[in-house]
């Protein structure tokens, strides 16, 4: 299995300001995707980041909201944008190299906004 | 639409008892079902997969068999332990496209 890192582990944030989360595996692998972990609850997907295309977001995430970027097949950002404190949470990196593999999951961010 | 529901935590039981997670699934075609566990204050980890009907996957003495007749893929130990507490999740993925459908998790508490 790969080998998945996150930067930064946790942060508290004040409102209103940005996060950029990384996340770098240590493989090239074609699928990344970035999941949110509200407090007591399940994992939701945020958004697909393929290379060299821009990322598709599920319902209820936009773009202007959660920038990401996918540069390499090592690496990716998702950015947390204008924050409120309804975005405190875990916010979690995934790999799959390729459609029928299985999914794994960096140790996360854990995100606290004042 | 596609979804994953689990039996509601939290389970609480004692060490040695036998343990069973239900889980369901709501899909069309033949998605891939996973097992993932929480344990406190770590990241998600893969615990089993089975990828088709009748497929068994295992690991750590826990089981499930992948029951495409009641869409199931319900999850079993017959002696858990103590560091058998966790958050565990239910999930379901489709080849295309990738991403993984989680159920709502169920929390597990084993005491000795």
């Known amino acids: 299995s790969a080998v998945i890192s996150q930067k930064p582990s946790r942060d508290i944030c004040q409102r209103g300001t940005s996060l950029t989360i990384q996340c770098q595996v240590d493989?090239?692998?074609?699928?990344m995707f970035w999941y949110r972990q509200q407090p007591g609850q399940s994992l939701t997907l945020i958004a697909t980041a393929n290379q060299g295309s821009e990322a598709t977001y599920e319902s209820g995430f936009v773009i202007d909201k959660f920038p990401i970027s996918r540069p390499n097949l090592t690496f990716s950002t998702l950015t947390v944008s204008n924050m409120s404190p309804e975005d405190s949470s875990i916010y979690l990196c995934?790999?799959?190299?390729?459609?029928?593999?299985?999914?794994?999951f960096g140790p996360g961010t854990r995100l606290t906004v004042l | 639409g596609n979804s994953v529901t689990q039996m509601e935590g939290p389970v609480t039981l004692s060490e040695e008892a036998f343990l069973t997670i239900n889980c369901t699934y709501t899909?069309?075609?033949?998605?891939?079902l996973f097992w993932y566990v929480q344990y406190p204050g770590e990241g998600l980890q893969l615990l089993l997969k089975?990828?088709?009907?009748?497929d068994k996957g295992s690991n750590k003495g826990f089981e499930a068999t992948y029951r495409k007749e009641t869409t199931s893929f319900h999850l079993e130990k017959g002696s858990v332990q103590v560091s058998d507490s966790a958050v565990y999740f239910c999930?379901?993925?489709?080849?295309?496209?990738?991403?993984?459908?989680f159920g709502q998790g169920t929390e597990l508490s084993v005491k000795p």
């Open positions: 999930a379901l993925r489709y080849n295309q496209g990738g991403k993984l459908i």
């Open positions: 089975a990828t088709k009907a009748d």
């Open positions: 493989s090239q692998v074609t699928m």
């Open positions: 995934s790999l799959s190299s390729s459609p029928r593999d299985t999914q794994y």
């Open positions: 899909a069309t075609g033949y998605p891939s």
